[in-house]
Nanobody, 119 residues
Framework: QVQLMESGGGLVQLGGSLRLSCAAS????????MGWYRQAPGKQRELVAT???????NYADSVKGRFTISRDNAKRTVSLQMNSLKPEDTAVYYC?????????????WGQGSQVTVSS
């Protein structure tokens, strides 16, 4: 059974930093891409950043220059370093991965981590 387990998140003041991490477990052939999405109250889930197994990254315009995504292919982990946080970054952040398992490939999501930025 494939699982994505998130850690990190919490409450931080304007301009502060937080780090989110996510680890994949289970019978996995490959993971590509991995990434992070977020959903604020009353809004749709939106892409924050993704990273391929070869290290190609993609960021939402709203987080470019402030957030950095990274992954460790051997450990099957992805992390999101969030700096210069703003109140509009407040949301539930979800780890995402496209995972190939025996006989199938599917999208998987973490349980969600609350990030709250106070002004």
């Amino acid at each position: 059974q494939v699982q994505l387990m998130e850690s990190g998140g919490g409450l931080v003041q304007l301009g502060g930093s937080l780090r989110l991490s996510c680890a994949a477990s289970g019978s996995i052939f490959s993971i590509d891409p991995m990434g992070w999405y977020r959903q604020a109250p009353g809004k749709q889930r939106e892409l924050v950043a993704t990273i391929t197994s070869s290290g190609y990254t993609n960021y939402a315009d709203s987080v470019k220059g402030r957030f950095t995504i990274s992954r460790d292919n051997a450990k099957r982990t992805v992390s999101l370093q969030m700096n210069s946080l703003k109140p509009e970054d407040t949301a539930v952040y979800y780890c995402y991965a496209r995972i190939e398992v025996p006989y199938s490939e599917d999208d998987y999501w973490g349980q969600g981590s609350q990030v709250t930025v106070s002004s």
